[in-house]
């Protein structure tokens, strides 16, 4: 399809009014051409097994080369700093009111040898952090967060009763902070979702908008098929709760009130945020919308909450979304490009595709057992505005390019997990509910091949009496990798890391490589 062709009677949503010219001069998509590779990209990569305190950073065989070990596990991502620090999010267990995938409450970074730098706690009654954070170029941290709303407010604003079970409603939000060392940190910005809901107006003539119902599953999964999804997370450690234990009898009864209280409270279940300096535009993962929504960042806090000012003339309204046009009205439930995705992020200057969209494509276990990882250009100018045809959803109609296994379901997992475009051209990807990480090439071929065999650490983690075979300690949210000469990996090693200068080649294609060393000694 040629998409720029497609676009050039587009009219221009994302600026406001203005003389001179009526068409904008759109920007062409990356080229992908010379971009070939046969061999897997060299470097250390980050992995934190799910129910594990302990983090890894690997070489190409696998072997654990320097390790953190934490207070809590992990409950969402953690990132190697050009500092040479660990940027993680940290869980807060058995909350009194929130609770749900991805739930953290906290961020620290700690230093080579595992000592905290920095602590940083959003976890009130009023909202709690989750999922994912971005450090910026000036050292804030945007983050992602539950802001807390009752079940009376989110029918006011006109929630289908139907679709929200309990007696708590949370939209999501993002805060910029500002660190103050060692501990804590000041908010300087905010975006709220719950400023930008659709009202009684037509989602079609407001794409920029939120319909607060416009995460409407028209053939949504059976109780038993929810109860099943609950139980595989829990497995996995993402969740507090497997709804239930077949060997308890009865359930305490105050948890139980818990359930009942915030059933579908998680109402978008945003999972990853990424920046984009050059634009100054924020990306987020909306998983319960299948879309990826772009916001302006460079409005102030109150213009974030309208719908005027900022860079591109809109406020805090969505810029650009992706994935479902269904949930605008601007298209059908099997339009949707996108399925409970995961881990969205601009791919960076020299790089395959640089300035394009890259995400985890998870798929569900109803509708598409299968997972892929979608890239694409969404058309906009040279400033930074997108565009649609008129009456037609945000483009492009499908993607550049998607990745799935030869053998499809062999490649599946249908939460967390995530995927990196690598300096050579490569893709890092990272199936999490099976502990597998792979590089493929932009042709598809597959050129490392790693099954993590690292879960719960006896020196750090509690084991259980009796192992589960249903539970699988390896699952992992994300992988990174980071060359040997990044500066994360250069100041580890001045901070004393034994880090070897060469991380090898890695394995052969599908083979299992058991650590040479427990972590540590």
């Not at 992990?74 to 929130?98: K, M, N, Q």
């Not at 970074?109 to 595992?114: I, K, P, R, V, Y």
Request: hydrophobic share 35%; glycine share 10%.
């Amino acid at each position: 399809m040629n998409r720029l062709g497609a676009v050039s009677l587009a009219v221009l949503l994302s600026l406001p009014a203005c003389s001179g010219s009526s068409e904008p001069e759109l920007v062409a998509a990356p080229s992908r051409e010379g971009w070939e590779s046969e061999d897997a990209f060299p470097g250390y990569t980050l992995v934190r097994p799910l129910r594990s305190k302990r983090t890894y950073l690997v070489d190409m065989s696998g072997t654990a080369v320097h390790s953190w070990v934490h207070s809590t596990t992990p409950g969402g991502s953690a990132v190697l700093t050009e500092r040479g620090t660990l940027l993680r999010g940290r869980t807060v267990e058995d909350h009194p009111i929130f609770r749900a995938g991805g739930q953290l409450g906290g961020i620290e970074e700690l230093d080579a040898d595992g000592s905290r730098l920095w602590e940083f706690t959003w976890d009130s009654e009023e909202g709690l952090s989750h999922h994912d954070f971005e450090e910026l170029p000036d050292g804030n941290v945007l983050v992602l967060a539950w802001d807390r709303h009752t079940r009376e407010e989110a029918l006011a604003a006109g929630r289908d009763p139907e679709l929200l079970a309990g007696e708590e409603f949370w939209p999501d939000a993002v805060y910029e902070i500002r660190p103050t060392r060692p501990v804590g940190g000041d908010v300087v910005w905010s975006w709220h979702a719950w400023d930008h809901l659709l009202g009684d107006r037509d989602p079609r003539a407001h794409p920029e908008l939120i319909d607060i119902n416009g995460d409407r599953n028209v053939d949504p999964p059976s109780e038993e098929e929810e109860e099943d999804e609950l139980a595989r997370m829990a497995a996995l450690g993402y969740v507090d709760d497997g709804g239930g234990d077949d060997e308890v009898e009865e359930e305490d009864p105050e948890e139980a009130a818990l359930k009942a209280r915030i059933e579908d409270a998680d109402w978008m279940h945003t999972n990853a945020v990424d920046y984009n300096a050059e634009l100054d535009q924020i990306a987020i993962s909306v998983r319960r919308f299948d879309e990826i929504w772009i916001l302006d960042h460079s409005t102030t806090t109150a213009e974030a909450a309208g719908s005027s000012g900022g860079r591109y003339g809109r406020g805090g309204d969505l810029l650009y979304r992706w994935g479902n046009p269904f949930a605008y009205g601007l298209g059908t439930w099997e339009d949707r490009q996108l399925l409970g995705q995961h881990n969205v992020q601009w791919i960076p200057a020299g790089h395959l595709g640089a300035g394009n969209l890259i995400v985890f494509d998870n798929g569900t276990e109803k509708e598409r057992a299968w997972s892929a990882v979608k890239e694409w250009w969404a058309p906009r100018d040279a400033e930074g505005n997108y565009v649609r045809s008129e009456g037609r959803p945000f483009g492009p109609a499908e993607p550049d390019w998607v990745y799935t296994a030869t053998e499809p379901t062999e490649f599946f997992s249908s939460f967390i997990s995530g995927v990196q475009r690598l300096p050579n051209g490569n893709t890092l990807v990272c199936s999490g509910s099976q502990g597998w990480v792979f590089e493929v090439t932009p042709d598809g071929a597959v050129v490392w091949d790693w099954k993590n065999p690292y879960g719960l650490d006896p020196e750090v983690d509690e084991l259980p009496e009796e192992p589960d075979p249903e539970r699988n300690p390896r699952a992992l949210f994300r992988a990174e990798r980071y060359a040997p000469d990044h500066p994360g990996i250069v100041r580890l090693r001045e901070r004393g890391a034994s880090i070897p200068l060469d991380p090898g080649t890695g394995p052969a294609t599908n083979q299992y490589v058991e650590p040479e060393q427990e972590p540590g000694e």
